[in-house]
């Protein structure tokens, strides 16, 4: 059964760097025809679609947020990873990794974890 | 960048009820890129509806998707206790993803 996990810091400090990783289980992150996203949702908001990968590096992202975004892939560690820099409070949420699937649709989901942007 | 504008944003109602949701795209999409999810507090979401009318796997027929062009349906034909929650949809284009606001379905 494919399992996703985030990992990483859950406070961050404005203007830093906010980096997360995904590690997938259960499955290859190498299997062609899928993509590896990251999602947020600010706390009592709606859901923000960031960006996704291809295990061959493939990456979409979200325009806005292009200028600060990098999202990376190590297919040796089954792992995608989130690189959100000059945060300010306004990137307080809870981020969440899942896969895009068949239809395009994000069909397995990580748990999601918490980063707030705080002093 | 195609908008999806949900409503209404809150919908109340009782077990046993049918609730009508809506999902209106900005411009002309395909079907086959609207995708509904639920979303109960403190969990991640998960897919309901994919290409506009297909329940994803483990879905209870209660709930249907249903429209083309701009105007987008999410039924749910008899409401279960378990079936209050946050409803979103969501529009694959042109490599982007995007989410509707969110029906919020409370009890009434």
């Keep these: 059964q494919l399992q996703l996990q985030e990992s990483g810091p859950g406070l961050v400090e404005p203007s830093g760097t906010l980096s997360l990783t995904c590690t997938v289980s259960g499955g290859s992150i190498s299997t062609s025809g899928y993509y590896w996203g990251w999602i947020r949702q600010p706390p009592g908001k709606g859901l923000e679609w960031i960006g996704s990968i291809h295990y061959t ?15 990376s892939v ?30 395009y649709v994000l069909d397995v989901w990580g748990l999601g974890t918490v980063v707030t942007v705080s002093s | 960048e ?13 077990p046993g009820e049918k609730a009508t949701l809506s999902c209106r795209a900005s411009q002309t999409v395909s079907r086959s890129y609207i995708a509904w999810y639920q979303q109960k507090a403190g969990q991640a979401p998960r897919v309901l509806i994919y290409g506009a009318s297909s329940r994803a796997t483990g879905i209870p027929d209660r709930f249907s998707g249903s429209g083309s062009g701009t105007d987008f349906t999410l039924t749910i034909s008899r409401l279960e206790p378990e079936d209050f929650a946050v409803y979103y949809c969501q529009l694959y284009g042109s490599s982007l993803i995007t989410f509707g606001q969110g029906t919020r379905l409370e009890f009434k």
């Design chain 1, 57 to 71: 590096g493939d990456t979409y992202h979200k325009p806005s947020l292009k200028s600060r975004l990098t999202i």
């Design chain 1, 74 to 103: 190590d297919t040796s560690k089954n792992q995608f990873s989130l690189r959100l820099t000059s945060v300010t409070a306004a990137d307080t949420a809870v981020y969440y990794c899942a896969r895009r699937g068949g239809y």
């Design chain 2, 2 to 14: 195609t908008v999806l504008t949900q409503s209404p944003g809150t919908l109340s109602l009782s």
